[in-house]
């Protein structure tokens, strides 16, 4: 293992004309306590091997290779066993520094402990929503990129399953199920077939930002892990943390208009002015409007997920009686936006037209809600999320 180590690390060293200038290479490479021992020595024999690898002519590559920093990756919690705990502390005197995973996705490493290891570190986080496929009732294993999560939440062919309430430490959990055959980008469902999402808790995440490191003598900084191919792909995107490091509020941005079509239509439509987004749920993220004295006769959803009809006092009605619509969307998905919905009335629209409501659950935990307001008015919250 250890001249596999020195030949990957040697293979990505001739390559560093590509990457720019090198500050080291991080091997991200499981270990246990277990394995400690062998690892530290597979590490030994690496940089034995890799100096004998890239020293045969004198040049830039060959330097760098005897003085380049090798970190290691940390993702599980220290061992109660002094002789294991002993091979993990001497695996890390080998190493010249660790990223320490102590978040998101099944990572569980102890700040505390590394930083008693005496080495360099950086807190290390896992942002991606991960997701796996089931055929039935039975866990395939195949993985599932959260890019389909928008898709998957917008197709009426699926229905949620809410499998474990909010926790501010755990996350989110939940399940979509296919009613009939569909496709989404990277998975392809037949009926009864379901995808299993665990979304992390970003308010939890942010919170550790300070608390990891806080103190901590040999803390170095921080490491967010981003899985996909683009900011498109993922439900908490880069644009997100850059946008909370420089001092923004963790939650979507709703961006309401309505126009008139006539007298019969109204046409609304909305934007999620943030790169951030909402928790998944059929119930928490809507947008309100009142068209007294007009009355509600259908509503073609657009880029919706359903409606619900109302009277002027807030009484769920047939549409026929109803003087608000109610539209719902399960996710709000960073800088999303959606198509508009077409409403179809009867009688006189108001002037102006017309007074709406938002509310919202952020992905970083608690509400945003607004109260009535005309478009373009700017409305008081009722409520809002947490300041990161």
Sequence with gaps: FGAALAREIAAALTRAPAFGLVRGVHLDVPFSAATAAAHAAALQEARSRLSHLLSREENPTSRLAREVPLTVSMRRPPPTDEKEQKAVRAFASRTDGLVVFAFGDDNSADPSFADSLGKPWWAGYASATTASLRTGSAQTGAVVSESALDALTDDPRTELLQELPWNEERGWEFTLRARRNLSAPGVSLSAGDSVSFAEPSIAEMLARFRSDTSGRHFAR????????????????????????????????????????????????????????????????????????????????????????????????????????????????????????????????????????????????????????????????????????
Excluded at 228 to 255: E, H, Y
Excluded at 286 to 303: C, F, Q, T
Excluded at 353 to 372: D, N, S
């Design 221 to 388: 900084g921080h490491i967010v892990v981003f899985a996909g191919g683009s900011d498109a792909d993922r439900v908490f995107p880069v644009a997100a943390l850059a946008d909370v490091l420089a001092g923004g509020r963790p939650v979507p941005q709703l961006k309401v208009w309505t126009a008139a079509e006539g007298s019969r239509f109204v046409r609304l439509g909305a934007e999620n002015a943030a790169p951030h987004a909402s928790l998944v749920s059929r119930v928490q993220n809507w947008i309100e409007i009142e068209l007294a004295p007009a009355r509600v006769s259908d509503v073609d959803l657009g880029g919706f997920d359903r409606w619900e009809a109302y009277d002027e006092h807030g009484r769920p009605v047939s549409p026929g009686r109803a003087t608000r619509v109610r539209l719902y969307e399960t996710l709000v998905a960073p800088l999303e936006m959606f198509e508009p919905a077409r409403l179809r009335v009867r009688g006189g629209l108001p002037s102006p037209c017309c007074r709406m409501r938002t509310h919202l659950a952020p992905a970083a935990g608690g509400e945003v809600a607004t109260e009535w307001a005309l478009p373009g008015i700017p409305a008081p919250a009722a409520s809002s999320a947490p300041s990161p």
